[in-house]
């Protein structure tokens, strides 16, 4: 026989009780049955409370039977943990097992010690009063035979399952299918293995807190395992410790970790998982979406759905559109988030309008600048009314940044040019200092006048004004410096020496002034000692022409400004005198 299926045959009483009639398989129950060879075995939904010797596996016929289905029932382990050991290697074809859906007693839940001494079994009153955190305590070891074809094992949504401390597996090289999902298990246990050749390609363990097991360090290594689901495994927690299990499966093709609570996923996390082309990480907390997943590069469907993102950022985008034209498809599923339609995640609204990518949705809902709530098909067909003013802001804000700037170089530029020959003079006296201190060279004095009597009111009033309190120079003339009772040619050496730079005022009556020409000798002497740097000659009312014959003998080292007799040319004379004062040239 090839199948026999005997699922759902549950017969309600006669009587007014709702109760569903329970089953309990027995050798009487099942003795044609188990005169037959059959392949597919389906008892499923059939509310079995207990399965008695020589039932359920009394057949004569084990070797034909390939899949068994025994889900949704009710019976307890014990029911099968002394049988199925024992005729497990009569089931030599067994390929696959489903043991779903069964809801354990308390006592099942709790397991016995292995030793068979009289004195270590415990009463059922006593048991009852075993403590929850001591579920994992003890020093049981649970030997578990599987068939050795046995390529599918469902063992999902099973309640009251016993702790096994220690798991000791004989082989797994045939199992390709496990589905433990929703175990209700109190600890997991330490598993060790025989054979550690692992062809396991399908594992779900959602359900079960990471927790129980991502400290353990025996766990297995799947090196073929291409599917893997975590749902509702609290996977957070092992995100906070940065424990990262993934890097047991190197070859992952697909990874679920929907309701994980997610808020982030590290890179290190998924970052070596090259082969991964399905990843759902819905119904989380994420707010943005993990820059690992742009580094996965077979990656074809991703699904965000039920999480807090507020907007796909353009990096993002262009990485879809990116993977849709290399793989030729890629489906997205963003429904159910957050999203933003204000005017700095905009690009993101036209990006959906355009993009080749496979979206599950063709409008999402968003909230707008206003805190309204709208959708994105709206937002597009209303785009440039609802952005009109982002523009302007943009503006807005290029326009302040620019006068800013504008006054940042404007300010600096006009204290510059106000104060560039303070600045200047600052830094050529600085660098004077530095040069004179090296050639030890001391002065008193900056600029020593020489003048007619003609000149005395233009010197005292208009040059010794600019010289002094405008430009800051230290200045010597003969009426003011001058010591009375004092021989004056000695002062005037003195005063000549002690100075950088001389100016001659030369007026029609120069050299009638009794020390002129003492002034002129003192002046050769100084400039051919190099004691003096500059000679100026300011003719004031006098032509060039018109100058001394002996000053004209220092003609090579002398500098000659005419003085203008117009006062719109004074600054224009003013500027060079302060020039050749300043660069001594």
Same mark, same amino acid.
């Given at each position: ?13 006669? /009587? ?29 939904? /059939? /509310? ?16 034909? %039977? ?8 009710? #019976? ?10 024992? +005729?497990?290697?009569? !089931? ?6 489903? +043991?779903?859906? $069964? ?6 839940? =709790? ?60 082989? &797994? ?14 600890? #997991? ?32 290594? #799947?090196?073929?395992l291409k599917e893997l689901y975590m749902r509702d495994a609290n996977f957070y927690r092992a995100i906070d410790k940065n424990i990262n299990i993934f890097k047991n499966t ?18 290190? #996390? ?48 262009? *990485? ?20 933003s339609c204000s005017c700095e995640y905009r690009k993101f609204v036209r990006w959906l309008n355009s993009t080749m990518v496979h979206l599950d949705n063709k409008t999402y809902?968003?909230? !707008? ?25 943009? *503006? !807005?804000? @290029?326009?302040? &940044?620019? $006068? ?16 560039? *020959? ?8 600085? +660098?004077?200092?530095? @040069?004179?201190?090296? %050639?030890? $060279? ?16 233009? =010197? ?16 010597? @003339? ?10 004056? +040619? ?60 002996? %000053?004209?003998?220092? *003609?090579?080292?002398?500098?000659? &400004? ?5 006062? /719109? ?17």
């Amino acid at each position: 026989m090839h199948l026999v299926d005997l699922s759902h045959m549950l017969n309600p009483r006669t /009587n007014k009780f709702v109760v569903p009639h329970t089953i309990i398989l027995t050798a009487e129950m099942m003795k044609h049955l188990n005169t037959m060879c059959v392949q597919i075995l389906i008892l499923a939904d /059939n /509310n079995i409370v207990d399965i008695l010797p020589l039932s359920l596996f009394g057949s004569k016929h084990l070797e034909c %039977l390939e899949h068994l289905d025994l889900s949704g029932n009710r #019976f307890g382990l014990s029911s099968l943990k002394y049988e199925l050991p024992f +005729f497990a290697p009569k !089931l030599s074809n067994l390929r696959v097992f489903d +043991f779903s859906y $069964l809801a354990l007693t308390y006592l099942d839940a =709790v397991y016995m010690p292995a030793t068979t001494n009289a004195d270590q079994y415990h009463s059922r009153s006593h048991t009852k009063k075993k403590r929850k955190h001591d579920y994992c305590e003890g020093e049981t070891s649970v030997n578990l035979t599987i068939p050795s074809k046995l390529e599918v094992l469902r063992i999902t949504h099973v309640l009251g399952a016993p702790p096994f401390p220690q798991l000791t597996l004989n082989t &797994i090289t045939s199992l390709r299918y496990l589905d433990m999902s929703y175990y209700d298990i109190k600890c #997991f246990p330490d598993i060790f293995l025989y054979n550690r050749d692992i062809r396991l390609e399908y594992l779900d363990i959602s359900g079960i807190d990471c927790e129980l097991y991502f400290k353990k360090k025996n766990l297995p290594y #799947f090196p073929v395992l291409k599917e893997l689901y975590m749902r509702d495994a609290n996977f957070y927690r092992a995100i906070d410790k940065n424990i990262n299990i993934f890097k047991n499966t190197p070859n992952l093709e697909r990874l679920d970790l929907d309701s994980n609570y997610m808020y982030t996923l590290p890179s290190s #996390f998924i970052m070596h998982l090259d082969h991964l082309i399905h990843l759902r990480l819905s119904e989380n907390r994420l707010s943005h979406i993990p820059t690992a997943i742009t580094d996965l590069p077979r990656l074809k469907t991703l699904n965000l759905k039920g999480n807090r993102i507020f907007t796909l950022y353009p990096e993002f985008t262009s *990485w879809l559109d990116a993977q849709q034209v290399k793989l030729g498809y890629f489906s997205l599923q963003i429904r159910k988030n957050d999203f933003s339609c204000s005017c700095e995640y905009r690009k993101f609204v036209r990006w959906l309008n355009s993009t080749m990518v496979h979206l599950d949705n063709k409008t999402y809902y968003c909230r !707008l600048s206003n805190g309204s709530l709208s959708n994105t098909n709206t937002v597009l067909m209303n785009y440039h009314v609802i952005f009109s003013n982002c523009d302007a802001f943009v *503006w !807005l804000r @290029v326009g302040v &940044i620019l $006068l800013v700037s504008f006054f940042m170089v404007l300010l600096p530029t006009i204290v510059i040019y106000n104060f560039r *020959w303070r600045i200047i003079f600052f830094c050529y006296r600085k +660098f004077r200092g530095i @040069v004179e201190s090296s %050639l030890k $060279l001391n002065y008193d004095y900056d600029v020593f006048i020489s003048y007619g009597y003609d000149g005395y009111t233009w =010197v005292l009033e208009t040059l010794m004004e600019q010289l002094e309190t405008k430009w800051g120079f230290r200045v010597c @003339v003969e009426d003011k410096n001058f010591i009375n009772g004092r021989s004056t +040619f000695e002062q005037i050496g003195i005063a000549i020496n002690r100075s950088r730079q001389i100016i001659f005022v030369v007026t029609s009556d120069f050299m009638s002034k009794p020390f002129a020409a003492y002034e002129i000798d003192r002046t050769k002497e100084a400039r051919s000692s190099r004691s003096l740097q500059n000679i100026i000659v300011i003719a004031l009312d006098i032509n060039i022409e018109d100058i001394p014959q002996e %000053l004209q003998s220092l *003609w090579s080292d002398v500098v000659v &400004i005419e003085w203008p007799r117009h006062s /719109n040319d004074v600054n224009l004379a003013l500027d060079n005198l302060k020039t050749r004062l300043l660069l001594n040239f």
